[in-house]
């Protein structure tokens, strides 16, 4: 269920249960796809503008946010981001380097 953001302006705000022990893991800029539920093939991108304890404030378009009613459900779905991917080879990679 996304809501409106207070102080944020142009962003819905999303309520992502277990963030602030960082399960899951969503960092500011990651890649956010929304899907009404009941619409088919209504999809929807965004962005994740801002990261709070419990909460990530995503940016869409303003046609998306403008027609959005508040408290619809939605199915959210997050993209890993490919900066995130490399830190997680370079890390693999900095490992492998390391003497045994």
Known sequence: VLSTSMGKPGCLRLRVDGLAEKRP???KGDTVTV???GQGKSVHNGRAAHID???VHLEFSDEFVKSYIPNTKVE???VLSRGALN?????ISCV???PR
């Open 25 to 27: 893991s969503v960092l």
């Open 87 to 91: 830190v997680f080879h370079n890390g």
């Open 53 to 55: 304890m419990e909460d």
């Open 35 to 37: 899907n009404l539920l």
């Open 96 to 98: 492998q380097d390391l």
């Open 76 to 78: 959210v779905y997050f």
